[in-house]
Every structure is written in C-alpha cells, then in structure tokens.
C-alpha cells in the first residue's frame, strides 16, 4: 500500500463528518420519537385522529434510526461490508424519509400539497444522499479503510462497462 493511502486510512475527513452527522440524526430521531409519544400521551385525541398515520411516522422513524445505528457500527469498526451497506442504506432511507416526510405533510395540511420550505427539504435531502451515495463509492478513504469502495461499485463498474465498450463480433 503507497504512503498516500496509509494517510488515508481510518475514520478521518468526510468519512468521520459522515460518522458524526448519522450520530446526530439517530439522536433526532430518537428525539422526534419521543417528543410525538409525548404528544400522544398529552392529548390523547390527537392519536385517535389519525393513529394509523402517526404510527407509521413512529414506524419510520424507529426503522431509520436502526438502519443508521447498523450502518455506524459497521462504519466504526472498520467492517468490509460497510461501503456496500451505506450504497444500499442511503437509498433505503431516502425512500424511507420521502415516505415518512408525505405522511407527515398530509398530517400538517391534509386539503394543499406540499409548501415550499417542504419541497426544499425534500430537494436537499435527495442531493445530500446522491453526494453520500457517490462518496462511498468513489472515495479514496472508504477504499483505504474498508478495502475497497465494496463488492457494488465492482458490479456497477462491471455493469457500465459492459455495456459502454462495443462487444467484438465474432468473424
């Protein structure tokens, strides 16, 4: 291994920034979980209102919280698994929190679509997990830490690539 990849090895750079902020989001999660169970058990007729859509706020919450945990263990204790996991996790909870973010809409406003400032969040969250999904899979540093960028970036490679060079015809 070059000098330039043993500097880049461990939970450094963007990777620990990732670390941190899925530390932060587990904790909000956690936090929104317990501030909604609150409300319910505060007014207990709000829950009665709607309760297949707050427990399924509640569910959401609870599966992205797990998802996030997993992939932190995996991410900290250097398991090689761990870029194929969060290729995958970032997906899961994009679609998980657009699900969970359209219940939550309907809730606040169930007559009008989304506001503005919910259609921005939506749109810089989907950037946010494009630019985290091409990080695990193009750094430098999640390939000196885990290995390599994970079995799915050889298969997406092997995939493009396939079907990117011309096959020889036979003669």
Not at 26 to 40: K, M, P, R
Not at 101 to 121: K, R, W
Not at 141 to 162: F, H, M, P, Q
Request: hydrophobic share 45%; proline share 4%.
């Amino acid at each position: 291994m070059s000098g330039d990849n043993r500097d880049l090895r461990g939970i450094g750079g963007w990777l620990f920034y990732f670390c941190l902020g899925q530390a932060g989001w587990i904790a909000f999660i956690a936090y929104d979980v317990l501030s909604t169970l609150s409300a319910i058990r505060d007014q207990p007729s709000v829950a009665d209102v709607r309760a297949s859509d707050i427990h399924a706020v509640i569910i959401c919450d609870i599966l992205m919280a797990f998802i996030s945990f997993t992939g932190l263990v995996l991410a900290v204790r250097k398991h090689r698994r761990a870029p194929d996991f969060w290729v995958c996790a970032t997906f899961a909870l994009g679609w998980i929190s657009l699900f969970r973010n359209a219940i939550v809409a309907d809730l606040s406003h169930p007559t009008s679509g989304p506001t503005s400032e919910e259609s921005g969040a939506l749109l810089r969250g989907t950037m946010v997990m494009i630019a985290w999904f091409i990080y695990w899979l193009r750094s430098q540093r999640v390939a000196a830490t885990y290995g390599s960028n994970g079995e799915i970036r050889k298969w997406l490679n092997r995939v493009w690539l396939d079907k990117a060079q011309p096959t020889p015809t036979p003669q």
